[in-house]
């Protein structure tokens, strides 16, 4: 079982922009995965990235120069 830790998560309305996301972070070597949408959030895609707190900053440029659409960016321990 995963150590629960606090974590940035961020939610897409599609599916689409959450693999667009993924392809994002896996060319700029953010450390985080797509996974469920927690319990915690709501998505219509069921799909969300997570990422250590620590990267937040690369996540937010990587979010930003992309220009990939998201829906909520929240902090949680998951």
């Known amino acids: ?17 959450a693999i667009a996301m993924e392809e994002a972070a ?3 070597g953010l ?5 469920p949408i927690p319990l915690q959030n709501t998505a219509d895609c ?14 937010e440029k990587v979010l930003e120069e992309k220009h990939l659409e998201y829906d909520r960016m929240t902090e949680l321990v998951i």
């Not at 079982?1 to 922009?17: A, C, D, H, N, W």
């Not at 450390?31 to 996974?35: D, H, N, T």
């Open 1 to 17: 079982m995963r150590k629960k830790e606090l974590r940035v998560i961020v939610s897409f309305s599609t599916t689409t922009q």
């Open 26 to 28: 896996v060319s700029e």
């Open 31 to 35: 450390e985080g995965r797509l996974i």
């Open 46 to 59: 069921g799909l969300a990235w997570s990422e250590p707190v620590r990267t937040k900053e690369v996540l």
